[in-house]
T-cell receptor, first 113, second 118 residues
């Protein structure tokens, strides 16, 4: 069964601290993995995309890693800001067909001042 | 670029009435649009895939007669919740891919519609 599991479910950190979110998946055959940021009451916005051959990709203070062998990805946020408070969703797409993605439940991040 | 506009952002309706939600791609054409439903603290659940000029493909368990989808142009898809009931109250989101791009191109999401059925 194609699944995407994220941990932790929620996380509270102080402004300025770093944090790492995890994503494990069983989706196969694998095409790509995206991390999205979803602010409360808004639609998700893409942060990064990882394909099979990529191990690390950065977007500003966000750094995503991918281990295709163990089917794990992480999203590291450096020097967190209050505006980072949001839900972070891991989305994995299968190859072939219409690339229908499988969504994780998300990690709810709260950054306190 | 690649902006998806969803309207309305919030709607409150009485039980038994129908509600239409619009999803527009403002600066690109989208052959395919997706409709999702999201409950609090839950992931997005794909309801249906909307293809321009043809019938939508519904996920298992989604009633096609209750959730009517029309994708009449390359920039507009609509979701109509017919005979709404309180259990239909949820956050509905649409997304679209730019026509002609590969399947690993990003999905561009609307800002969602908060539906409350009283």
């Amino acid at each position: 069964k194609n699944q995407v599991e994220q941990s932790p479910q929620s996380l509270i950190i102080l402004e300025g601290k770093n944090c790492t979110l995890q994503c494990n998946y069983t989706v196969s055959p694998f095409s790509n993995l995206r991390w999205y940021k979803q602010d409360t009451g808004r639609g998700p916005v893409s942060l990064t995309i990882m394909t099979f051959s990529e191990n690390t990709k950065s977007n500003g203070r966000y750094t995503a890693t991918l281990d295709a062998d163990t089917k794990q990805s992480s999203l590291h946020i450096t020097a967190s800001q209050l505006s980072d408070s949001a839900s972070y969703i891991c989305v994995v797409s299968r190859s072939g067909g219409s690339y229908i993605p499988t969504f994780g439940r998300g990690t709810s991040l709260i950054v306190h001042p | 670029g690649a902006v998806v506009s969803q309207h309305p952002s919030r709607v409150i309706c009485k039980s038994g009435t129908s509600v239409k939600i619009e999803c527009r791609s403002l600066d690109f054409q989208a052959t395919t649009m997706f409709w999702y439903r999201q409950f609090p603290k839950q992931s997005l659940m794909l309801m249906a895939t909307s293809n321009e000029g043809s019938k939508a493909t519904y996920e298992q368990g989604v009633e096609k007669d209750k959730f009517l989808i029309n994708h009449a142009s390359l920039t507009l898809s609509t979701l109509t919740v017919t005979s709404a009931h309180p259990e239909d109250s949820s956050f509905y989101i649409c997304s679209a891919r730019v026509s002609g791009q590969l399947g690993n191109s990003p999905l561009h999401f609307g800002n969602g519609t908060r539906l409350t059925v009283t």
